[in-house]
């Protein structure tokens, strides 16, 4: 039986630790890289070279790239995604804005643990698709978005810089060519002490070498320019094999790829030649190689030849089968490293030494919650385990906790393969700040994110909430080695799951709805979930609502024993009598303080769990709305909130599963929609289409919502000829024209106005059809400025007794935002071809 030492230790607390200048990857299990990944990471301690890779958005990165600089030339490689993708679609789920935002920030660090680089961001939010930059620079704040990518270059200190995209229409959306215009001006202002001196408290000025475009075949007319033009380009053939790896730089890539799955790029690996090209942009113009004329030895640092030596000498002794016989070595080269002058190489390259020291010891360390999560104020159980692996002294003195205001000295020397095991229990400080992603602390703009923090800037992600300093004596050196406090269960069926740590209100309040919409002077329900973030929690719950509005209970009371315990309350909301939009909120009172932030839990396979808090609103809209028809069926695409937002306005909506797509089922509801990008991702559709026409000639209503014109299941969706483009209206405040101001669709049952299309969020719509044919009417015309006339937004034709509906408006993101005219509209199109009689459906009388 293997012996393990147990100690038992009760230890207090302390303030939160610094955060590190490169963010790891804290959500993530200790690594145990293998002999030859260890070679690899020693190799690289001898090369003193950085790029960086500028683009807009979550997978516009080129991962061959990438995965090439950072594993075959060993440069530390970094990507700045000017934003986090929060206006995008999402293909494994419902979330949208900053919930998709989160999810894809989370691909990105999977995706760059996947091809070795690093992640950066700025301040911007992706607030939807844009046509071009001027457009991008009236909704993000230029200068700031500027400053941000200025303190990137000057904190990584990127010897090259490469744009995926060109700083005009050729990049094909208006936040790829902001980020190549705004690339082009940080390159330069990152070296002008005169710009954002306020950073240089913290950095120091830097000039990279060259700024290089990363274009190709599709940035020009044809292959006979591109071959006319290409002779001038800087070739990199990044299609190599890495035998320390085992896999292409392809191969790498291509799983980097596929870490972004709500964006569906999935991507097969590839081998062989694969040559990249790159167009010189500024600074000096490279010949031959991308790094031409720059020293990447330890000789760009005065006294590091010593430091090179060592390191090359435990390169060449290096067996794969005792990769601790080399600590000696490196032991000598951390001591020369140190007594060099402090500054940028001599910092990172410490921080990945000690790093490979670990991994050739084989050196395991872990500290795991009996919790997820905590709350400030509230006992948590912590198992602490290290073990070294090798026959290299190694002892482990003290662990500091960023929490604690005592130390925990132990002094105990870590045997080969003899795991010291110990559990500490510790009260977390009552000051301790809520794990809430740090860009959603405070509301932003619709362009750009709120962050105070200058040292929080660019960073993917949080701090660990909770970090332990292992203080060891490595063969008699003093070695600092932090790990992040995470949470650590047994899966039955896949075995070990980590998240991380996380620290959160002591209790949480939830709304069931976000939006609820008033059609008449009836009151609504209105479900509120109250949750203990700790035990023993008491109070009451109350809704802050604006004048006019009028709740009862005015309060309700709760109290919760448990941890995790829930209670539901009910609230009865009556609306005034004029029309009018306003916010309610929902708070918990406990101990005289207000309390009023939800827990929203992200959890999907690829990516570690992820938790926010927003904050417990519910936007609330008294307006005139009218239905037909009462029963719809709602096929899902991709993932929207749409049926919730449908029920809100008094429909009965069935969500159809396969065995539901038969005929005489579907005749019972009064319309089918389909979800969004349902041609692009439910495969059986293909064999449900029949079915749908069939319900439509028999006198059905099917609405179908936008698909995107590549990887649909079927080349027809429509009963008549209909094609797909990629034509979309992005300026959400565009104008719309009704091109058939006498259809039923404009009038009945509710009169459509100009009125209805204010206050629309994000976008008009996307992917619009180009060309239909006549059976189709085209109901509006809207355009982005300076464009011709978008007129497939809306289209309807009679088939057979029933209505065919194709429409690339945005309803995803109208209706769960709570737009008024959106909602109009919509029920217009479920009530088309109803009569008065056939739903005596005020929605006053359906909702209640």
């Known amino acids: ?282 600074g000096d113009k490279a010949q031959q190689e991308l790094f031409e004329g720059i020293n990447t030895s330890w000789s760009r640092v005065k006294g590091g030849d010593k430091v090179q030596k060592l390191i090359q000498k435990a390169i060449n002794e290096y067996t794969p089968a005792n990769p601790s016989a080399v600590v000696p070595t490196l032991i000598a080269a951390k001591k020369e490293l140190e007594k060099l002058p402090d500054g940028y190489w001599k910092r990172v390259k410490l921080e990945e030494l000690q790093d490979v020291l670990q991994a050739s010891l084989g050196l395991y360390l872990e500290v795991t919650a009996n919790d997820y999560a905590a709350a400030p104020g509230q006992s948590v159980e912590l198992q602490v385990e290290a073990i070294n692996r090798s026959a290299v002294p190694v002892t482990l003195q003290e662990i500091q906790y960023s929490f604690a205001k005592k130390d925990t000295t132990l002094n105990y020397t870590l045997k080969n393969n003899d795991p010291l095991e110990f559990s500490a229990t510790k009260v977390l400080p009552q000051s301790m700040a809520y794990s809430q992603p740090y860009w959603l602390r405070q509301e932003g703009s619709l362009g750009m994110f709120h962050v105070q923090d200058q040292q929080e800037v660019g960073l993917p992600e949080n ?145 570690p769990a992820q938790v926010t808090f927003p904050e417990a609103t519910a936007k609330i809209v008294k307006l005139d709305l009218q239905t037909r028809g009462k029963k719809v069926a709602y096929l899902m695409g991709a993932g929207d909130e749409i049926p919730v937002s449908l029920q809100q306005i008094g429909y009965d909506v069935t969500l159809l599963q396969d065995a539901d797509m038969r005929l005489n089922y579907l005749k019972q509801f009064d319309a089918v929609i389909l979800g969004v990008r349902a041609y692009n991702t439910v495969e059986r559709l293909r064999f449900y289409q029949p079915t749908l026409l069939q319900y439509v000639e028999q006198g059905g209503n099917l609405i179908v919502q936008y698909n995107t014109n590549h990887s649909l299941v079927l080349p027809n969706v429509a009963p008549y000829p209909l094609q797909l483009s990629r034509d979309r209206v992005a300026v959400e405040g565009a104008e719309v024209r009704f091109l058939a101001p006498n259809h039923p669709v404009l009038n009945t049952p509710n009169k459509i106005t100009q009125k209805d299309f204010e206050g629309w969020v994000q976008e008009r719509g996307l992917y619009f059809p180009n060309k239909w044919s006549d059976e189709f009417t085209a109901i509006l015309s809207s355009n982005d400025p300076g464009e011709p006339a978008r007129d497939g937004g809306l289209l309807v034709a009679k088939y057979g007794k029933g209505y065919y509906i194709y429409t690339g408006y945005s309803w995803f993101r109208e209706l769960p935002a709570g737009v008024p005219g959106a909602y109009r509209l919509f029920a217009n199109l479920i009530s088309l071809g109803k009569s008065t009689g056939s739903a005596d459906s005020k929605t006053k009388n359906a909702a209640n």
């Open 463 to 607: 701090a660990p909430a909770a970090q332990a300093t292992f203080n060891l004596q490595i063969a008699g050196e003093p070695v600092q080695l932090r790990v992040p406090v995470v949470y650590k269960r047994t899966d039955p069926v896949e075995g070990e799951v980590y998240r991380p740590f996380v620290v959160t209100p002591p209790v949480f309040v939830n709304l069931k709805e976000q939006v609820l919409m008033f059609a008449s002077q009836e009151p609504k329900q209105v479900q509120v979930l109250v949750k203990a973030g700790k035990a023993n929690v008491s109070g009451e719950l109350k809704l802050q609502l604006p004048k006019g509005w009028r709740a009862e209970p005015a309060s309700v009371p709760f109290q919760l024993v448990q941890k995790g315990a829930e209670m539901n309350a009910s609230f009865s909301i009556y609306p005034p009598k004029e029309q009018q939009e306003a916010q309610l909120k929902a708070v918990a009172v406990v101990d005289g303080k207000t309390y009023g932030q939800g827990l929203n839990e992200i959890n999907y396979s690829h990516i």
């Open 1 to 282: 039986m293997k012996k393990t030492t147990v100690l038992h230790l009760c230890l207090p607390l302390l303030a939160m630790a610094l955060l590190l200048l490169f963010a790891p990857s804290f959500a993530q299990m200790p690594q145990k890289p293998s002999a030859a990944k260890i070679l690899q990471d020693l190799k690289q301690l001898n090369v003193l070279g950085s790029a960086l890779y500028v683009a807009a958005h979550p997978d516009d990165e080129n991962t061959r790239l990438i995965a090439y600089l950072s594993n075959e030339k060993l440069y530390n490689t970094g990507y700045l995604a000017v934003t986090r993708g929060d206006g995008g679609q999402n293909l494994v789920g419902p979330e949208i804005r900053e919930g998709l935002g989160i999810i894809r920030t989370q691909e990105l660090l999977q995706a760059r643990r996947t091809d070795g680089g690093q992640q950066f961001f700025t301040r911007a939010n992706d607030f939807g698709y844009s046509k071009d930059a001027n457009e991008t620079f009236t909704i993000w704040d230029r200068e700031q978005v500027l400053a941000d990518m200025v303190w990137t270059i000057r904190k990584f200190r990127p010897d090259v810089m490469i744009t995926r995209f060109p700083p005009d229409e050729r990049a094909g959306h208006g936040h790829h060519t902001a980020s190549a215009i705004l690339a082009a001006e940080a390159f330069k202002a990152a070296a002008d002490p005169k710009r954002f001196p306020e950073q240089l408290k913290h950095v120091e000025t830097w000039q990279p070498k060259r700024l290089l475009w990363n274009t190709g075949v599709w940035s020009f007319k044809s292959q006979e320019e591109f071959e006319k033009f290409g002779k001038e380009l800087l070739k990199v053939d990044v299609g190599g094999y890495n035998p320390l790896l085992g896999k292409s730089y392809g191969e790498i890539a291509a799983e980097s790829r596929s870490m972004h799955k709500s964006q569906g790029f999935g991507a097969s690996g590839a081998r062989g030649t694969s040559i990249e090209y790159l167009q010189h942009t500024a």
